[in-house]
């Protein structure tokens, strides 16, 4: 059984908080909102409470979990060194959408870092996420609360979708707002690498550090640095086309071939024709044209075709640019 518990998104009721916390102290999962997607949560230093995430979200013993903490105190605890990059990215994006990924100390277990030697971690900027993490006073260990392969959620009811049943609480704090998972960024001497874009770039990485920042080329086929990228990840149940043009074209050949359609073009990028605006088998959704609106909705829309039971989306590619790199990097994960 999974309970589902609301809670007030800006000001979480006490109460809520204390029964989550008494969850995880007890080695339970506890799935609840952060800024970005919602995460499923478990003891990060209690290796039995981390191995049941695995297990509830069928994720592969390769892919290493993030780490929630409450304040930037608490990440240097888990780690053996705090370089100057990471108190300056600290400082400035946390709390916020930026997992840092420092060699750990041994208190961290194996299970969370996949074996590997380093742990990346994120203060949260979510009130929900923050209020657990200062009541339980330890660190959460937490992947999106999906399960393995499928599009993270942006909603408690996203959750109940995928896990219900297989985890013991659901926090309901509303929709999430920055809507894709946040940007990871390893840190190692002097090199400093995004291995998995998000809405905090590179180019702001780079304007606050000061030095250059390299970008991971998911396409290279050198061994990744970050063992989930190169799984299929984020993809809806649906066969999901992306499109140059606005996809008008794709969509009419579909509907010829009488295949349920969703349709999401870039709003006012065309005229939607009658023809399909009354066809009961296309889900037509106009997508924002700017990137923080975009990402705030992408996964919501994907779920919701989903729901809807269309066959194939058509998705009109947006613009390319800085703002835009990790959108265009969920869609091409999400489209193969
Ligand atoms: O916004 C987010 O990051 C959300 C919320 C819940 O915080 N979490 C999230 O977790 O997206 P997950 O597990 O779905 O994705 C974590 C990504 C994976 O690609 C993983 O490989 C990478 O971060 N990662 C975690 N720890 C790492 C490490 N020590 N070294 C390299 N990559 C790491
Ligand atoms: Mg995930």
Known sequence: MTQLVHVD?????????ARAAAVLEQEGLVAFPTETVYGLGALAL????VARIYVAKGRPPTNPIIVHVADTEAAIDLVTVWPDTAAKLAKTFWPGPLTIVLPKRPEVPEIVTA????????????PVALRLLQVLGKPI?????????????????H???GLEGRIDMVLDGGLTKVGLESTVVELNGSQVRVLRPGMITAEQ??????????QVDLKSDRPLASPGLHEKHYAPRARLECC??????????????????????LAEEV????????DSKVETVPMPRYPAEYAELLYSILHAMDEAGVAHIVLQLPPRGAKWTAIHDRLARASF
Not at 46 to 49: D, I, L
Not at 149 to 156: D, F, G, L, W
Not at 271 to 278: A, E
């Open 9 to 17: 998104p800006n000001a979480p009721e006490s109460s809520a908080i």
């Open 46 to 49: 209690n290796p039995r409470a």
């Open 115 to 126: 074996g590997g030697e380093t742990v990346g971690i994120r203060v949260p900027a979510h």
């Open 141 to 157: 260990a937490a992947p999106s609360a999906n399960r393995s392969n499928q599009i993270s959620p942006t909603s408690a009811e």
């Open 159 to 161: 959750v109940m979708a």
């Open 205 to 214: 990485i780079s304007a606050v550090l000061g030095t250059a920042v390299e």
């Open 244 to 265: 140059d043009d606005s996809g008008l074209n794709r969509v009419r050949e579909l509907r010829a071939q009488n295949v349920a359609v969703g349709w999401m073009p």
């Open 271 to 278: 005229q939607i024709p009658r023809s399909v605006m009354t």
